[in-house]
């Protein structure tokens, strides 16, 4: 009757280690290849919104622009795409000197223009 030695020539411990560093490896890399495409991701989302934001910030300040030079109190414009702005003006009209500061907010993007006379 011949004898198995089953400790010399067991060599399936190494193929287990080598199998989970491997997987562990590619697991690694796939998760840095996933953050930098999220954020390229998310850098083309806010490119949009932040587009948006900027024209509700010019639409504000021309709105601004118009009501001060004319002394005039048209209505705010209205915003149809989900976008709003906040204003704020230091304009005086006698002396014609001040500034104008608007922001357009779309989303969680703020983008703001400035005005000064």
Known sequence: MRKINFFN?????QVFLMSILVLGAVFGLAILLMAAFIKDLRQSVETSESVK????ADAAMEWQIYNNLNSLSAPAPSMINGTSFEWKSNFNPNTNKGDIKTVGISGAVRRGLEVNF
């Open 9 to 13: 020539n067991n060599k399936s411990g």
């Open 53 to 56: 934001a900027l024209y509700a």
